[in-house]
């Protein structure tokens, strides 16, 4: 088995990283030429690292990628700084998720696809409804925040452009306030949200976001269970 992960630097990625690592899984990593990386990624040599910047690969490169991948993880995200915020590339996600699946699809592949996405996307399709103030604060961060609206984009094209008729298996883990743990913890699943992102939100630590991606890509009955979902994902003590 081998998984890609893109965003393996960041504070999600590189611990889906480490979950894949714990499972045997064969990993290639994608990280910036700036980029740092823990000693656990670069000192593991069953880890294929390379080095640029996936934002920048063309569509060949893409191809090359994926090609002998069982599954492939997308935890990029724009940093927050000034530049990470406002500056290019406006559209990181989306324009990978799209390449990814257009890769995907040219070469007839299956690996199941995973994205980072977050609570504040509204799976409308589902049911899922925003409240007056939400849709307020949504629609302000969609002008005011470009990776906010990039985000949207990036779920938005695998639940109306893919759809649930598509040949690609792809889940988006919605997690709610990210925080930070040393170990896993309990957590729950749910279809749809159980709390206002905005005004009453849960807590979800980045360790076990990546434990439920990688389980996604292990358990198969887990994987049948979310395909072509939107789960969301909660600490259990944050419920
Ligand atoms: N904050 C929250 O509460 C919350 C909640 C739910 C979901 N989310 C979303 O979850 C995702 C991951 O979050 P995280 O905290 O794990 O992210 P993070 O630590 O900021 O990691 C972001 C990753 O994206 C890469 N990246 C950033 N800008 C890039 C660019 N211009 N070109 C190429 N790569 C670039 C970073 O690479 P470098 O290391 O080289 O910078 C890093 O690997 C984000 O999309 C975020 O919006 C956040």
Excluded at 3 to 27: M, R, Y
Excluded at 62 to 76: A, G, Q, R, T, V
Excluded at 116 to 143: C, D, P, R
Excluded at 170 to 182: F, N
Aim: glycine share 6%; with cysteine.
């Amino acid at each position: 088995m081998k998984a890609l992960v893109l965003g393996a630097s960041g504070a999600t990625g590189k611990l889906v990283v480490h979950h894949l690592i714990n499972k045997n899984i064969q990993v290639r990593v994608v990280v910036r030429e700036s980029a740092i990386i823990p000693s656990q990624i670069s000192d593991n040599s069953s880890i294929e690292i390379i080095r640029g910047n996936i934002n920048d690969f063309d569509s060949a490169k893409i191809k090359d990628l994926i090609k002998d991948c069982d599954s492939i993880f997308c935890c990029l995200g724009h940093n927050l700084s000034f530049k990470g915020i406002l500056g290019p590339p406006h559209k990181l996600v989306y324009n990978t998720v799209v390449k990814i699946i257009e890769a995907i699809q040219s070469q007839n592949l299956k690996p199941k696809f995973i994205l980072m996405s977050t609570t504040a996307y509204t799976n409308k399709k589902i049911g899922e409804v925003n409240t007056v103030g939400e849709k307020i604060i949504f629609s302000l961060l969609k002008v005011l925040l470009p990776p906010h609206k990039d985000n949207m984009l990036a779920a938005d094209y695998l639940v109306y452009k893919m759809g649930s008729e598509t040949n690609i298996d792809w889940v988006a883990v919605r997690p709610d306030s990210l925080i930070d743990e040393e170990t896993p913890s309990e957590y729950e699943i749910y279809n749809q949200k159980i709390k206002s992102p905005i005004f009453d939100s849960g807590k979800t630590s980045r360790i076990n976001v990546g434990h439920f991606m990688v389980e996604l890509v292990t358990n198969d009955k887990l994987w049948d269970e979310w395909k072509l979902k939107t789960p969301v994902i909660y600490n259990k003590s944050s419920i």
